[in-house]
């Protein structure tokens, strides 16, 4: 059965595209996939039909401040830049990644900052996520959407907050 969710004040501007792009001729079902390809995203990405969007999913890694020190595990977004003006995710330092190129950039959460370093003034160190080094760009403020609504998908919805955003491109990149 169909569940609505309402999200106060962005339900009529945020919406979940579903493109059928199988191309086959439809037998019995002709129902979209939930995910969508990575070259339907450059697609939609690429024309003026959105104000903002993001791409996303969810991913675990390893990451570490040293590289002798042992490695601490992480729930990861790879994401896009206007995921964080579409669910007004609020920055404590730094800022957002200016475009959605491939970097070696990477956002973290207060609370990882914290758990990492014990300190959350720590724009412009490294971290080395699953053994390469990505430059720390913005500490986000605490913050939480529960149910994660942009996490519709095998009951992400349900899990913890992401520690880390890596930028969608970097992710692709490094496979």
């Not at 390809?37 to 890694?61: F, H, N, Q, V």
């Not at 720390?136 to 992400?156: D, K, N, Q, T």
Request: aromatic fraction near 10%; charged fraction near 20%; proline fraction near 7%.
């Amino acid at each position: 059965f169909p569940v609505t969710i309402s999200l106060p004040g962005k339900s009529a501007q945020l919406f979940h595209p579903r493109i059928n792009s199988n191309p086959n001729v439809c037998t019995t079902s002709c129902n979209a996939p939930r995910v969508l390809s990575y070259r339907d995203i450059k697609a939609l990405t690429d024309t003026d039909i959105p104000s903002a969007a993001a791409a996303m999913y969810s991913a675990e890694g390893y990451v570490k401040v040293q590289e002798k020190q042992p490695a601490t595990h992480a729930n990861i977004r790879v994401t896009q830049r206007d995921f964080f003006q579409m669910f007004d995710v609020p920055v404590l330092a730094g800022s957002i990644w200016s475009d959605d190129s491939s970097r070696m950039e990477v956002i973290v959460s207060k609370a990882f900052a914290e758990k990492m370093f014990g300190k959350v003034d720590v724009v412009g160190q490294s971290l080395i996520v699953d053994d390469r080094y990505f430059k720390i760009v913005a500490v986000l403020e605490s913050w939480s959407m529960f149910p994660r609504l942009y996490e519709p998908a095998h009951g992400g919805y349900l899990e913890p907050d992401a520690d880390l955003y890596l930028p969608l491109e970097t992710a692709y990149d490094l496979n």
